[in-house]
């Protein structure tokens, strides 16, 4: 039995939540294309940053027209932040100027640090089919923004997975929950990531700290939060009570949703389409970097880094 099996295999208990978050404001997020076109839908948008540091971005794209996702994201540049790719259906190959290259597949995660800068592409492996999941951008402390890029890949078997005795099933991409640890650890903003799956009328409980950003994702069935129910397609945000410490999920028919929270950084954001900096000089630099070739040369292959990094 491995270790993902016998994580698998746990009923735990619900962490104790005395009192639950509630729900600030449902978000229903904008259509829009990326890339060479891929069709998505951009959840936490630019104008949302600051209220959900440190993340700075959620899409959610999801087709079983190969129109809507065949052309793939072909080579574009990254510096500053890190990307989390969370497939539900599909393959995706990446492959960047640090010399990376990794298959995403169903249920796998590639999680990608761009650093100081970094060129890479993600086409799609299938010409047919269901092509599903999410990208989630998170930031990075200005002490890190210049750091040596890195990149892995986890397979659905390598991702920490519990149940509960209320019913949910849990998959922890990063953080940890009920005492699982997560794939990945940043100790800067400390993200939990989990992709819930619970049952009809099953529920789940997740201890955050008061200080800590959280939203909700839900992109299957709803969730009822307090007395807010959040349909599928919808972003809650967390309300940031000082007395609450958790959240508490009621599932309205079979649902999905992503559990997302993290440590506000709490620093200046200059953004310029793929370059998150903290100022507007830096940002210069950064266009200035990719347009005279720098930013591929500063990508330097680099040895695989512990789950901590940086």
Not at 60 to 68: T, W
Request: glycine fraction near 10%; charge should be negative; include cysteine.
């Amino acid at each position: 039995m491995t270790h993902d099996t016998m994580t698998h295999a746990k009923r735990l208990e619900d962490e104790p939540v005395h009192r639950s978050r509630s729900v600030e404001q449902l978000i229903a997020g904008k259509e829009t294309s990326d890339g060479a076109g891929v069709k998505l839908t951009r959840v936490l948008t630019q104008n949302l940053q600051r209220r959900l540091d440190p993340f700075l971005m959620l899409d959610a794209f999801g087709s079983d027209d190969p129109d809507d996702y065949i052309a793939g994201f072909p080579d574009h540049p990254h510096r500053g932040f890190e990307t989390v790719t969370y497939m539900i259906a599909g393959r995706m190959r990446h492959r960047d100027s640090a010399g990376h290259e990794g298959l995403l597949e169903n249920g796998g995660v590639q999680w990608m640090t761009a650093g100081r800068g970094v060129i890479h592409s993600e086409i799609p492996q299938q010409e047919a089919g269901v092509m599903e999941g999410f990208q989630l951008w998170l930031n990075l402390p200005a002490r890190d923004k210049m750091c040596a890029p890195w990149y892995r890949d986890f397979g659905a078997g390598d991702l920490p997975r519990f149940g509960t005795a209320s019913g949910a099933e849990v998959t922890v991409i990063a953080g940890a929950s009920h005492g699982v640890q997560g794939a990945v650890t940043r100790a800067a903003t400390e993200p939990l990531y989990l992709d819930l799956r619970l049952a009809d009328g099953a529920t789940f409980a997740q201890a955050l700290p008061a200080e800590h950003n959280a939203f909700v994702y839900v992109y299957r069935g709803a969730l009822r939060i307090g007395d807010q129910v959040v349909p599928a397609q919808r972003m809650a945000i967390l309300a940031n009570a000082a007395d609450a410490d958790g959240v508490l999920v009621e599932a309205r028919g079979e649902t999905r949703a992503l559990l997302i929270a993290g440590q506000p950084l709490n620093e200046p954001i200059a953004q310029y389409g793929p370059f998150v900096m903290n100022t507007e000089q830096e940002i210069y630099q950064a266009i200035n970097d990719h347009r005279n070739g720098r930013l591929a040369a500063l990508a330097e292959p680099t040895p695989a880094m512990p789950s901590g990094f940086p």
